[in-house]
């Protein structure tokens, strides 16, 4: 049996101050095993990226706990919890995030540097070849169309070699022929590399392409299904 990469236990979070603040988490507890591909469903509201991000230690819940590999975020300090985000976990945003003023190498390569990483250019160049801009790493993210920025993106995300790659509507800003070559490229670099991916989608379709969907609704788990043998 697979050891569990992803353990959440009655996660709790709201947002806002006084009349403003609303409640986006309702004590969801989830275990993800190593190399599993979750998808996470449900309309808009229900929670989905504030679970993926809250997963990333990119938001702190109220309460509850939250273990990536086993190790505990709960009590990292913020610099802590920075160091081990750009170690194990990879992030494809829907908006690309990248910098404009760095070249798609660059924008590979600065993370790689900031962790200390020796051969950061080297490797953010195999990352660039992998999803095919092998040609195309001096251009400038205005200079590349959005399939090759959210390429880049992916690169980026792939190349500290995570163990956990999240994605939040990684197609939601492409045309639907250049988001199936994303998603395609998505699963295949995460198939190759063993990363467990959670995924957020409308996209009941691509959902499906998941081992495992959880619906969310009212930031509470409504369901989790299996993929279809």
């Known amino acids: 049996m697979a050891e569990t990469a992803i353990e959440l236990r009655d996660l709790d979070l709201s947002l806002g101050r006084g009349a403003a603040r609303v409640h986006i988490l309702r004590k969801i507890s989830l275990d993800i095993a190593q190399g599993e591909a979750v998808g996470l469903v449900g309309p808009s509201g229900s929670g989905k990226s504030t679970l993926l991000m809250t997963m990333a230690g990119l938001e702190r819940a109220d309460s509850g706990s939250i273990k990536i590999d086993g190790v505990s975020l709960d009590g990292l300090s913020e610099d802590a919890l920075a160091r081990f985000r750009g170690a194990k976990i990879g992030i494809v945003f829907q908006a690309f995030h990248l910098i404009p003023t760095m070249t798609a190498l660059e924008n590979v390569a600065a993370p790689l540097e900031l962790a200390g990483i ?25 200079q590349l169309s959005g399939g090759e920025q959210q390429r880049v993106a992916l690169a980026r995300a792939l190349a500290p070699r995570p163990s956990l790659l999240i994605a939040d509507e990684p197609t939601g800003n492409l045309d639907e022929t250049t988001g199936r070559a994303i998603i395609e ?23 499906a392409r998941c081992d495992r969907t959880i619906r969310l609704r009212s930031g509470s788990i409504e369901a989790q299904a299996l993929a279809a043998a």
């Not at 051969?119 to 205005?142: C, I, K, Q, S, T």
């Not at 063993?194 to 996209?203: F, N, P």
Request: no cysteine; proline share 2%; aromatic share 6%.
């Open 118 to 142: 020796g051969d950061a250019f080297a490797r953010a160049a195999a990352e660039l070849a992998a999803v095919g801009l092998a040609e195309r790493m001096a251009h400038y993210p205005a």
């Open 185 to 207: 490229l998505l699963f295949d670099l995460r198939a190759q590399r063993g990363a467990t991916l959670v995924l957020v989608t409308h996209d009941l379709a691509l959902a």
